[in-house]
């Protein structure tokens, strides 16, 4: 097991462009967490899904971002039209289940110009 | 959700012990005690969790005062390697589906 993955690592976009990122949480766990981190601040949550179902969805999350986990394996993270304001790191994290501690992955930094 | 409040940064030196306080007046009697650390450029990284009693693993210990109000993580060696920003997060599993609600930290800086 080799832990969560994200691809890409860096991603440079124009502003209102579209990015999507990709999430691998270890296999067999159930819950994967989505949340974005500013430069010196703690990660916000964005969103959480049990299986293949999204269950929560913070008030951070506009409607330009869309997340879907298919077959409830890997997940996307996509944000539209971006903006300035969503340079950020974007960090994916997978648990077993409820109360189990999680699993982080290295994250996404993402600048837009 | 309820809050944490944890000093924004703590120096140790190499070798010694470093304890990390966390203050939550407003826990609830279903919150656990989370600890998370971020290392320089990595993903947040957990280090221990607990409800009521004193806990142990091979990272850190975590002792929580007897009313719950406040909590410790105590590096018992602190190494080079241990300069982090530490996170100590409230979660009740019951109603928040486990998702963390992170504050700002503690940094915490390793002299040699």
């Known amino acids: 097991d080799t832990g969560v993955s994200q691809d890409p690592r860096h991603k440079i976009t124009k502003r209102g462009q579209n990015v999507t990122f990709r999430c691998d949480p270890i296999s067999e766990h159930n819950r994967l967490y989505w949340y974005r981190q500013t430069l010196g601040q703690g990660p916000e949550f964005l969103t959480y899904?049990?299986?293949?179902?999204?269950?929560?969805k913070s008030r951070l999350l506009s409607d330009r971002f869309s997340a879907e986990r298919p077959k409830g394996s890997f997940s996307t993270l996509e944000i539209q039209r971006t903006e300035q304001g969503d340079s950020a790191m974007y960090l994916c994290?997978?648990?077993?289940?409820?109360?189990?501690?999680?699993?982080f992955g290295p994250g996404t930094r993402l600048t837009v110009l | 959700d309820a809050k944490t409040t944890q000093p924004n940064s703590m120096e140790s030196n190499e070798e010694e012990p470093v304890h990390l306080p966390c203050n939550h007046s407003?826990?609830?009697?279903?919150?656990?005690i989370h600890w998370y650390r971020q290392l320089p450029s990595q993903g947040p990284e957990y280090v221990i969790h607990g409800l009521t009693s004193n806990v142990n693993n091979r990272m850190a210990s975590l002792a929580i005062a007897e009313d719950r109000k406040s909590s410790t993580l105590i590096l018992h060696r602190a190494t080079l390697r241990d300069a982090a920003v530490y996170y100590c997060?409230?979660?009740?599993?019951?109603?928040?589906?486990?998702?963390?609600?992170f504050g700002q930290g503690t940094e915490l800086s390793v002299k040699p």
């Open positions: 997060i409230l979660s009740t599993f019951l109603n928040q589906g486990g998702k963390l609600i």
């Open positions: 899904f049990q299986n293949e179902a999204q269950l929560e």
């Open positions: 994290a997978s648990s077993l289940d409820r109360g189990q501690q999680q699993f």
């Open positions: 407003t826990i609830s009697g279903t919150d656990y």
